[in-house]
C-alpha cells in the first residue's frame, strides 16, 4: 500500500450519531485529499468504523461490526482494519489485546491523521494513536465527503460538552465544551450550498443552547440562527437539534417564534421530571423550571412539536418515581419521545451510586412508557387527517410506483416519522404541499397537491 503505487481503495462505517457522522465525513475528505479512493466497504482495500461508545448498546453494536469487517481479513479482501472515534476514546491501547484482528486505533483528535496511519500499516506492526484530552474541531477549510443525502447535511457547530450528568461518559469521551466561529459555520454552509441544492440545515453538537459562550464570553446561537435564516439563496429549512433545557433562553424562543426558516422543532431532552432524580442526574433544572419550560414553548411557538428523551431506571429510581415519570409523559403529550434504559458506564459518577435497579425493572418501565408513545403517536398523527402539510422529499419509494418518501418540519432525519406522498416527478430536495388522507403508526399517508 503505497503512495507511488496503485491507488488504495478506503471504506467507512459510520456508527452512532450525526456528531459522529460528521466526523466521518471530515475523514473520508482527509483521505480523499491524501490520494485515497473512496469506495464502498465492500470494494474496499482498507476499512474504517468510525466508533460509538456511549452507552452498552453502541459498544456491542462497534464491536459487532468490527468483528464482521476482520472476517473480510481473513479472505484477503480487507488488507487492513483502523477503528475510530468513541471507542479507542474512551478505552485506550487496551483494545490492542482485546480486538487483534485490528491493526490500527485512533481517538477523536487523530481523524485527519488516518491517511498517514493507514499508509504506516503497510510497513506492518499495529498502531493506537489516542490524544488524552481531546481538544480538535473542525472548520470550513477542511475537506469533506458528505455521506448523506446531498439536499441535507449535518453542520457540527460545537464539540464536547460541560454540563457533568452523572450517567453520561461523553465529556470524557470528547473533551471540554468547545464551539466553532460564528464566520466558520455559516462558510461552510455556503460551500455545501455552492455544491448544489441544500434544502436542510441540521446543526449539532454535543449541547447546541451553549453554543459561543466560549469564544465570546455570552451565548451566540441567536447570531448564528439569524444569518443562517437569512440566506436568501433558495427555500431552505434550519433545524436545531440537541438542545440542553437549562440554555434554552426568552432571546432563542423568540427566534424560533419569528423566523420562518427555523424548523419549529424543540429537541428537548429532559431525561426525568423527579426533583430527586434529576439532582442525582446531576441535571440543572427541576420538576417545576421543565414544566415552566414547556408551556412557554407551546404558548409562544405557533405549531411548536417537543421532541424529548427520558431515562428509566436511573439508579435508586422507586415506584413513587416512575409513577411520576409515567404521569408526566402522559400529561405533557410529547410529539416525539425516545425512551432510553439506564446504562451503568464505568468513569460517570452514577457508575459508583447504590441502588442499582435490575435489568428486568428497567425493562418493564421502558415497555410500559414505549407502549404509551405508542398511543400518542397515533392520536396525534389522526389530527393531521385532511390538513396540508408542507414535507420535503428525501427519497422515492423503491416499494411504490409514483410514491415518494419526505417529512414535515417537525420530523428530524433518521429519528423521526415519514411522509408517504402519492405523486409523479418528485425528487429529493423538492419541497410540496401534501393533503393528508391516511395514518400509520408513526407515519403519515397523503397526496401532492398541484
Same mark, same amino acid.
Given at each position: 500500500?503505497?503512495?507511488?503505487? /496503485?491507488?488504495?481503495?478506503?471504506?467507512?462505517?459510520?456508527?452512532? !450519531?450525526?456528531?459522529? *457522522?460528521?466526523? %466521518?465525513?471530515?475523514?473520508?475528505?482527509?483521505?480523499? +485529499?491524501?490520494?485515497?479512493?473512496?469506495?464502498?466497504?465492500?470494494?474496499? &482495500?482498507?476499512?474504517?468504523?468510525?466508533?460509538?461508545?456511549?452507552?452498552?448498546?453502541?459498544?456491542?453494536?462497534?464491536?459487532?461490526?468490527?468483528?464482521?469487517?476482520?472476517?473480510?481479513?481473513?479472505?484477503? /479482501?480487507?488488507?487492513?482494519?483502523?477503528?475510530?472515534?468513541?471507542?479507542?476514546?474512551?478505552?485506550?491501547?487496551?483494545?490492542?489485546?482485546?480486538?487483534?484482528?485490528?491493526?490500527?486505533?485512533?481517538? !477523536?483528535?487523530?481523524?485527519?491523521?488516518?491517511?498517514?496511519?493507514?499508509?504506516?500499516?503497510?510497513?506492518?506492526?499495529?498502531?493506537?494513536?489516542?490524544?488524552?484530552?481531546?481538544?480538535?474541531?473542525?472548520?470550513?477549510?477542511?475537506?469533506?465527503?458528505?455521506?448523506?443525502?446531498?439536499?441535507?447535511?449535518?453542520?457540527?457547530?460545537?464539540?464536547?460538552?460541560? @454540563?457533568?450528568?452523572?450517567?453520561?461518559?461523553?465529556?470524557?469521551?470528547?473533551?471540554?465544551?468547545?464551539?466553532?466561529?460564528?464566520?466558520?459555520?455559516?462558510?461552510?454552509?455556503?460551500?455545501?450550498?455552492?455544491?448544489?441544492?441544500?434544502?436542510?440545515?441540521?446543526?449539532?453538537?454535543?449541547? =447546541? =443552547?451553549?453554543? #459561543?459562550?466560549?469564544?465570546?464570553? /455570552?451565548?451566540?446561537?441567536?447570531?448564528?440562527?439569524?444569518?443562517?435564516?437569512?440566506?436568501?439563496?433558495?427555500?431552505?429549512?434550519?433545524?436545531?437539534?440537541?438542545?440542553?433545557?437549562?440554555?434554552?433562553?426568552?432571546?432563542?424562543?423568540?427566534?424560533?417564534?419569528?423566523?420562518?426558516?427555523?424548523?419549529?422543532?424543540?429537541?428537548?431532552?429532559?431525561?426525568?421530571?423527579?426533583? #430527586?432524580?434529576?439532582?442525582?442526574?446531576?441535571?440543572?433544572? $427541576? %420538576?417545576?423550571?421543565?414544566?415552566?419550560?414547556?408551556?412557554?414553548?407551546?404558548?409562544?411557538?405557533?405549531?411548536?412539536?417537543?421532541?424529548? %428523551?427520558?431515562?428509566?431506571?436511573?439508579?435508586?429510581?422507586?415506584?413513587?418515581?416512575?409513577?411520576?415519570?409515567?404521569?408526566?409523559?402522559?400529561?405533557?403529550?410529547?410529539?416525539? *419521545?425516545?425512551?432510553? =434504559?439506564?446504562?451503568? +458506564?464505568?468513569? =460517570?459518577?452514577?457508575? @459508583?451510586?447504590?441502588?442499582? *435497579?435490575?435489568?428486568?425493572?428497567?425493562?418493564? $418501565?421502558?415497555?410500559?412508557?414505549?407502549?404509551?408513545?405508542?398511543?400518542?403517536?397515533?392520536?396525534?398523527?389522526?389530527?393531521?387527517?385532511?390538513?396540508?402539510?408542507?414535507?420535503?422529499?428525501?427519497?422515492? &419509494?423503491? @416499494?411504490? +410506483?409514483?410514491?415518494?418518501?419526505?417529512?414535515?418540519?417537525?420530523?428530524?432525519?433518521?429519528?423521526?416519522?415519514?411522509?408517504?406522498?402519492?405523486?409523479? #416527478?418528485?425528487?429529493?430536495?423538492?419541497?410540496?404541499?401534501?393533503?393528508?388522507?391516511?395514518?400509520?403508526?408513526?407515519?403519515?399517508?397523503?397526496?401532492?397537491?398541484?
Amino acid at each position: 500500500m503505497s503512495r507511488n503505487n /496503485k491507488k488504495i481503495k478506503a471504506g467507512i462505517i459510520s456508527l452512532g !450519531c450525526p456528531r459522529n *457522522l460528521v466526523d %466521518s465525513e471530515i475523514m473520508l475528505g482527509a483521505l480523499r +485529499e491524501d490520494g485515497f479512493v473512496i469506495v464502498d466497504i465492500n470494494e474496499a &482495500d482498507v476499512g474504517i468504523v468510525n466508533t460509538c461508545a456511549f452507552i452498552d448498546e453502541a459498544k456491542r453494536e462497534s464491536i459487532d461490526i468490527i468483528l464482521k469487517l476482520a472476517e473480510l481479513k481473513k479472505t484477503n /479482501k480487507l488488507k487492513a482494519l483502523m477503528v475510530a472515534g468513541c471507542l479507542p476514546q474512551r478505552f485506550g491501547d487496551g483494545l490492542l489485546d482485546i480486538l487483534p484482528e485490528v491493526d490500527a486505533f485512533i481517538g !477523536c483528535d487523530e481523524i485527519l491523521k488516518a491517511p498517514a496511519i493507514l499508509r504506516r500499516l503497510a510497513e506492518g506492526g499495529r498502531l493506537c494513536r489516542i490524544s488524552p484530552n481531546p481538544s480538535f474541531i473542525y472548520s470550513h477549510l477542511h475537506p469533506r465527503i458528505r455521506i448523506t443525502p446531498g439536499h441535507y447535511a449535518y453542520i457540527k457547530i460545537s464539540e464536547g460538552c460541560d @454540563n457533568r450528568c452523572s450517567f453520561c461518559i461523553v465529556p470524557s469521551i470528547k473533551g471540554g465544551y468547545r464551539s466553532r466561529p460564528v464566520e466558520s459555520v455559516l462558510s461552510e454552509v455556503r460551500g455545501i450550498s455552492n455544491e448544489g441544492r441544500l434544502s436542510e440545515i441540521n446543526l449539532v453538537g454535543q449541547d =447546541t =443552547t451553549f453554543y #459561543g459562550k466560549d469564544l465570546y464570553g /455570552k451565548p451566540a446561537l441567536g447570531e448564528l440562527l439569524r444569518q443562517l435564516c437569512a440566506f436568501k439563496d433558495y427555500r431552505r429549512w434550519v433545524r436545531l437539534l440537541y438542545m440542553y433545557p437549562a440554555h434554552i433562553d426568552d432571546e432563542l424562543i423568540d427566534i424560533f417564534a419569528g423566523e420562518q426558516a427555523l424548523c419549529k422543532y424543540i429537541d428537548l431532552p429532559v431525561q426525568h421530571i423527579n426533583d #430527586g432524580i434529576l439532582k442525582r442526574m446531576n441535571r440543572r433544572m $427541576r %420538576s417545576a423550571d421543565i414544566l415552566r419550560l414547556i408551556k412557554k414553548l407551546r404558548t409562544r411557538i405557533p405549531d411548536v412539536v417537543l421532541r424529548s %428523551s427520558v431515562i428509566v431506571g436511573f439508579p435508586g429510581e422507586s415506584d413513587e418515581d416512575f409513577k411520576e415519570l409515567v404521569a408526566f409523559i402522559k400529561e405533557t403529550k410529547f410529539e416525539r *419521545l425516545g425512551v432510553f =434504559t439506564y446504562s451503568r +458506564e464505568e468513569g =460517570t459518577s452514577a457508575y @459508583n451510586y447504590g441502588d442499582q *435497579l435490575g435489568e428486568d425493572v428497567k425493562l418493564e $418501565r421502558f415497555n410500559t412508557l414505549m407502549e404509551f408513545q405508542k398511543g400518542v403517536a397515533a392520536e396525534l398523527n389522526k389530527t393531521y387527517l385532511g390538513r396540508t402539510l408542507e414535507v420535503l422529499i428525501d427519497e422515492k &419509494d423503491e @416499494n411504490s +410506483e409514483a410514491v415518494y418518501i419526505g417529512r414535515t418540519q417537525g420530523d428530524a432525519p433518521e429519528v423521526d416519522g415519514e411522509v408517504f406522498v402519492k405523486g409523479p #416527478g418528485l425528487k429529493p430536495g423538492d419541497f410540496v404541499k401534501v393533503k393528508i388522507t391516511d395514518t400509520l403508526e408513526y407515519d403519515l399517508v397523503g397526496e401532492r397537491i398541484v
